[in-house]
């Protein structure tokens, strides 16, 4: 069955330093997400992108996040100078269309702690 | 936005069945998803409605009053690896995301 695949699994990083993280969607889906969760919170909707740009974004995905699909395959999230605030998992989503009846699948989430 | 509330924890036995609410308020309504999440993993589809009514799929059924705001997932035969956070997320119309709520942690006893 295809998944979602995301690297690294686990990220250390600095406070301040740039962060880059990784999502390969499944392959015929066309909208791709990124969600957070903080340790013991709800998961929080941040970014979704389709035909190249982005087509929502909450309020915490300010200056700091960004996103790109360099290739066919991968959709990654940057987050340019980390703050503690920022540890969380964070999670790619992809799904064939925005439409009712097609569900997100999550990848398996990339623990980022920033110290 | 949307307001989403489910109960924080259940407890129930294995073999018995745990129901679990959700009640929401959106501004224009476009589907109702509930997903598993054991710790530390990613959640994973269970099932959706957008129109009113009950949807069984094996063990797990989900129901839908739209004109309540009002869902409920329903867990039959409970198995020990049925113990796990229920999360229930809406989509608003027009709207590309998810909502989640903050999850019920269900856990099952021998």
């Known amino acids: 069955e295809p998944e979602v695949t995301q690297t690294p699994s686990h990220q250390v990083t600095q406070m301040g330093q740039e962060v880059i993280l990784r999502c390969v969607p499944i392959?015929?889906?066309?909208?791709f997400y990124w969600y957070r969760q903080i340790l013991g919170q709800k998961v929080e909707f941040l970014v979704s992108?389709?035909?190249?740009?982005?087509?929502?974004k909450s309020e915490i995905f300010d200056d700091q996040f960004s996103v790109e699909r360099p290739d066919g395959s991968n959709f990654t999230l940057k987050i340019r100078s980390t703050k503690l605030e920022d540890s969380a998992m964070y999670f790619c989503?992809?799904?064939?269309?925005?439409?009712?009846?097609?569900?997100?699948?999550f990848g398996p989430g990339t623990r980022l702690t920033v110290t | 936005g949307q307001n989403i509330d489910q109960p924080t924890e259940m407890t129930a036995t294995e073999g018995a069945i745990v129901q679990i609410n959700c009640t929401y308020q959106t501004s224009g309504f476009n589907g109702l998803f509930w997903y598993q999440q054991h710790a530390g993993e990613a959640p994973t589809f269970l099932s959706y409605?957008?129109?009113?009514g009950l949807e069984e799929k094996g063990r797990f059924s989900s129901f839908l009053s739209r004109s309540k705001g009002y869902s409920y997932l329903l867990l039959k035969e409970l198995q020990m690896k049925d113990s796990a956070s229920y999360l229930c997320a809406v989509r608003a119309f027009r709207d590309y995301k998810l909502s989640f709520g903050a999850g019920t942690t269900v856990t099952v006893r021998a």
């Open positions: 392959s015929n889906h066309l909208y």
């Open positions: 992108f389709y035909n190249n740009e982005i087509s929502e």
């Open positions: 409605n957008v129109l009113d």
């Open positions: 989503a992809s799904s064939e269309n925005k439409g009712l009846i097609y569900e997100q699948y």
